[in-house]
């Protein structure tokens, strides 16, 4: 199993940045590739964005394309999630999430490992 902590997020005005982290432990020997998904009130858990331990290749959710960088530091096992020019729509709950016994896709059920999530807001 692998552990994973979150942190960076807080409230931000539109159009700001805020940049999230999330560290892992535990058996990150296993990692195939880590996620970013949010989830905002009454609303499902949706993917933001993911990235391959190894290569480092990212793939990017429509609505955050362009905005939204995600990268790795394999040394510090570590991944980051760079959110540039905030919309209030982006408010949330930002969770990262590890798979490790298959290749995780955009949805949560290929993911075998969650944090325990860290709030953004961004206020109009």
């Known amino acids: 199993q692998v552990q994973l902590v979150e942190s960076g997020g807080g409230l931000v005005q539109a159009g700001g940045s805020l940049r999230l982290s999330c560290a892992a432990s535990g058996r990150t020997f296993s990692i195939k590739n880590m996620a970013w998904f949010r989830q905002a009130p009454g609303k499902e858990r949706e993917f933001v964005a993911r990235i391959t331990w190894s290569g480092g290749t990212t793939y990017y959710a429509d609505s955050v394309k362009g905005r939204f960088t995600s990268s790795r530091d394999n040394a510090k096992d570590t991944v980051y999630l760079q959110m540039n020019s905030l919309k209030p729509e982006d408010t949330a709950v930002y969770y990262c999430?590890?798979?490790?016994?298959?290749?995780?896709?955009?949805?949560?059920?290929?993911?075998?490992?969650w944090g325990q999530g860290t709030q953004v807001t961004v206020s109009s």
């Open positions: 999430a590890v798979a490790r016994t298959r290749v995780g896709t955009r949805y949560r059920e290929s993911y075998d490992d």
